[in-house]
């Protein structure tokens, strides 16, 4: 497979991100949710670099992907998320594509009541987007190619690769049920 981001890279620019999320959050608690299961590795990575009074949660939510550029209706499943009321959220995940993941536990998250919800994503796919979300925070910008390591998977395999690369059967791939 094509190696479109190196592990040194992936770990240099999360190493950016936690000073700008540090440096942003200035000492206040936060609360990082990750969703399930992408968003993993990046996560781990992150929190070790925060010096924040820090608290994580997880969420689950998945989507059936039928056609290539349809994805189907979103299901949240039981959340792992501790009470975030009068606490700084910042909700994350492996990639922002379409944004039709991420927008509606934006939602999701602002109604449990949190001081405020800011959106962090590793990778961010290129023209995709068909619902307006501007994430807060983002590592790359890539093309629009199916992309697996770093957490994230084609039939739930590939997530432990420290490297990002691109699926050579791509079609196949956005078709296949998405895993997260
Ligand atoms: P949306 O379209 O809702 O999609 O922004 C976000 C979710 O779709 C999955 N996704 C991918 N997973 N390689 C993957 O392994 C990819 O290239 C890819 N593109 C989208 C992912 O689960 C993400 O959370």
Redesign the pocket.
């Known amino acids: 497979m094509d190696v479109l981001l190196s592990a040194e890279r992936i770990q240099a620019r999360v190493g950016e991100l936690a000073r700008q999320i540090a440096e942003d959050y200035h000492g206040q608690p936060l609360t990082i949710v990750g969703?399930l299961t992408?968003s993993l590795i990046f996560l781990a990575d992150l929190v070790r670099r925060l010096d924040l009074p820090l608290r994580i949660g997880l969420l689950q939510a998945s989507?059936y992907r039928g056609a290539v550029t349809a994805?189907g209706e979103?299901r949240v499943g039981p959340d792992l998320v501790p009470d975030v009321r009068g606490r700084h959220v910042l909700l994350l995940?492996?990639?922002?594509?379409?944004?039709?993941?991420?927008a509606p536990l934006v939602r999701h998250l602002r109604d449990l009541g949190p001081l405020s919800v800011r959106v962090a994503v590793l990778l961010r796919?290129v023209g995709?987007q068909t619902v307006v979300l501007e994430p807060d925070y983002f590592g790359f910008d890539i093309p629009n190619?199916?992309?697996?390591g770093y957490g994230?998977?084609?039939n739930d395999e590939y997530r432990n690769l420290p490297y990002l690369a691109v699926?050579p059967t791509a079609g196949a791939?956005?078709a296949a049920r998405?895993t997260?």
């Open positions: 969703v992408g989507s994805p979103l995940d492996d990639i922002l594509d379409t944004g039709q993941t991420l796919k995709r190619a199916f992309v697996v994230l998977d084609y699926l791939a956005e998405d997260r």
